[in-house]
Every structure is written in structure tokens, then in C-alpha cells.
Nanobody
């Protein structure tokens, strides 16, 4: 059974940085995509960023492009999202997820329905 554990959320001021982590366990194959989504109160879950685990290809939402950077440590089975220049509108619960697919299509990586496993979420609050 695949398990995802997020960490790194917190309360920061606008302009500050945070790094989120998502540790993956229970996987035996490297052919999958990891994504991050977020959900603010009263809003739908939205795509943030995704990475193809084996090749390292990435895809970002326009709203975070240039401010967020995704990376992975294959030895630790962990993916990171470095979030810089945070804005109040970045406030949300952030979820990591795994899509067990044997291909990389960015537009599919941005759809929550592509993902099979989800973490419990970590809260990010950005104060103005």
C-alpha cells in the first residue's frame, strides 16, 4: 500500500519561504508522477506542480511559476516543493499525490482525477 506523508507547512508572512516535503513509501516502481495540489477554504482543489519521478520532468501552474520549485530525492523517496515569495493567496492545505501512470502528459498531471494516492495534507498560511 502506497503511503504519502507531507510535512513542512506553517504560518509565515508574505514574501517568506517554506519548503514542503512528501515522503513516499510502499512503491516498487519508479514509473509514476507526483503532484501537489492545494485547497483553500470554500474553493476547489487546484493543481500546483507535478514531477515525473523517473525522468524529473516538471509542470507548474501559472500561479506559482517562478516562485515554487519542485525537486525529488530518489534515495529518500521524497519530493520537495520550495515555495518562495509567498502570497496570502497561497494560503491553503497542500496535498501531495501519486499517479501510477506509465507516461508523462503535463495536462493530465494537472488533473486531480489522474491521481491514485493522496497524503493527509499540510496547512500553509501566509499572512499579509
Amino acid at each position: 500500500q502506497v503511503q504519502l506523508v507531507e510535512s513542512g507547512g506553517g504560518f509565515v508572512q508574505a514574501g517568506d519561504s517554506l519548503r514542503l516535503s512528501c515522503a513516499v513509501s510502499g512503491r516498487t516502481s519508479s514509473r509514476y508522477t507526483m503532484g501537489w495540489f492545494r485547497q483553500a477554504p470554500g474553493k476547489e482543489r487546484e493543481f500546483v506542480v507535478a514531477i515525473r519521478w523517473s525522468e524529473g520532468m516538471t509542470y507548474y501552474a501559472d500561479s506559482v511559476k517562478g516562485r515554487f520549485t519542485i525537486s525529488r530525492d530518489t534515495a529518500k523517496n521524497t519530493v520537495y516543493v520550495q515555495m518562495n515569495s509567498l502570497k496570502p493567496e497561497d494560503t491553503a492545505v497542500y496535498y501531495c499525490a501519486v499517479a501510477e501512470v506509465g507516461y508523462w502528459l503535463p495536462y493530465l498531471s494537472a488533473q486531480s482525477t489522474s491521481y491514485h494516492y493522496w497524503g493527509q495534507g499540510t496547512q500553509v498560511t501566509v499572512s499579509s
